[in-house]
């Protein structure tokens, strides 16, 4: 009963909340939802402190709510197909190489700079932390949100040749993000002996490559069994058990049920859409993936906003986070623009595209849920701390500032498409 009071808590605030953003603020969902969420959050600690019973319940249902596992290996695969099921193959293939060492040189690069700025800057705070703790945030701070990206794009009106690039980028890099996180959180743990290069690199064919190659097999299936019948009942009962199914074929078979997801909705969302769906069935299908994606984005968002019931950010922690927004913007320029400067006679690109690309890098819940699992004998509060800074002015200063700039410097491409991706 506690799991299913905590889940009504959600939704109900997540309905309250969306109907105010709707009504008043007429904010993007995704970041009204939060901006209400973390108001209310302060609102509510200030009623704890004086003895508020309902405070004190909503805190311990918050509290008891496993962030990490929820986001991980639940919401991630659900919220992943939804997106990519609206993605352009073909426009994906022609950004490949770019999409790919964005994905993976440069989420690499932007892990050592941000480790390595904060090996140095944290004893100017008299806090000095193991540089394998420092590279650990590096790595979880590094990839940007495809939740937060997909969610907050479609708003953006953005060139689709730039948007294709940020969301090819955001779908793909986290497989890459989370295999460097659990291999140096296992030297952390463990030492250098038990993370040797071997090691890394299976870890690295088991979950990302593993993770594509299920999805290709979820995918194609669930094409062949789309494309065998016309009912859209069933067709989309069919997607909802691929992802379900794959999701839990994944955990089983220890690779990245989110890239999986990713790569079978990209099939689905094309090669199904074009050959195995009728005009109905590929109505029915939208509607129902959009209203799941809206209803668990809103769910995700207010769930981050409210952990701020829970968490104890000092103000130490608040400065040093300032300074890590900084770090981390000055990461992604730099881990951006190496791999296309060195893909430049390929994929040329221009200042605009560069700012566009940094500033569109937002940073979400991923980065929150792999700081709420590290253990409790390394920096977890410091981390968990300066992540939740980050990823607050990413979704909220970055987010509601995208538009503004993309129009500003002339790569808006007019009215938003009603299917754009979310």
Not at 293 to 307: M, R
Not at 379 to 400: A, E, H, K, M, N
Request: hydrophobic share 55%; glycine share 10%; aromatic share 8%.
């Amino acid at each position: 009963m506690e799991l299913y009071n905590t889940l009504a808590l959600l939704i109900v605030v997540a309905a309250i909340f969306g109907y105010l953003n709707h009504r008043f603020l007429k904010l993007p969902n995704t970041i009204g939802l939060m901006v209400l969420a973390l108001v209310s959050s302060l609102a509510a600690i200030g009623l704890g402190k004086l003895g508020v019973d309902w405070v004190l319940t909503a805190s311990r249902l918050v509290r008891g709510f496993d962030f990490h596992t929820a986001l991980m290996q639940v919401m991630l695969s659900f919220l992943l197909f939804a997106g990519s099921l609206h993605v352009d193959v073909r426009a994906l293939g022609r950004e490949g190489v770019a999409v790919g060492a964005m994905a993976t040189v440069g989420t690499l690069l932007s892990t050592a700079l941000v480790g390595t700025a904060f090996y140095y800057l944290l004893p100017l705070f008299g806090l000095p932390t193991a540089f394998i703790h420092c590279l650990l945030f590096g790595a979880l701070i590094s990839p940007t949100d495809p939740i937060a990206v997909l969610g907050i794009l479609k708003e953006a009106r953005i060139d689709k040749r730039l948007e294709i690039r940020i969301v090819g980028e955001s779908l793909f890099n986290d497989g890459i993000a989370v295999v460097v996180f659990v291999s140096l959180l296992q030297i952390a743990q463990f030492g250098k002996a038990q993370a040797t290069p071997a090691a890394i690199g299976h870890l690295f064919l088991v979950e990302a490559v593993g993770g594509v190659v299920l999805g290709a097999v979820l995918g194609y299936g669930g094409f062949r069994a789309l494309r065998s019948i016309d009912n859209y009942q069933v067709e989309v009962m069919i997607t909802l058990a691929l992802v379900m199914g794959g999701t839990a074929l994944a955990a089983t078979l220890h690779t990245s049920g989110p890239l999986a997801m990713v790569v079978a909705g990209l099939i689905v969302g094309n090669q199904g859409r074009e050959l195995g769906m009728s005009d109905e069935t590929r109505e029915y299908l939208d509607k129902f993936w959009e209203l799941l994606d809206e209803i668990l984005n809103a769910v995700l968002f207010v769930l981050i906003g409210l952990e701020m019931l829970i968490l104890d950010i000092s103000r130490t922690t608040l400065v040093i986070g300032l300074v890590a927004i900084v770090v981390v913007l000055v990461a992604r320029w730099s881990s951006v623009g190496l791999p296309l400067v060195l893909l430049r006679r390929f994929y040329p690109f221009d200042r605009q595209t560069l700012r566009v690309l940094t500033w569109g890098g937002l940073r979400g819940g991923i980065s929150v849920a792999l700081a709420l699992s590290l253990p409790d004998s390394m920096p977890r509060d410091l981390i968990v701390g300066v992540t939740y800074v980050v990823v607050i002015f990413s979704i909220i200063g970055q987010g509601l500032t995208i538009g503004p700039l993309v129009k500003r410097l002339g790569l808006s491409t007019g009215p938003a498409d009603d299917h754009a991706p979310h």
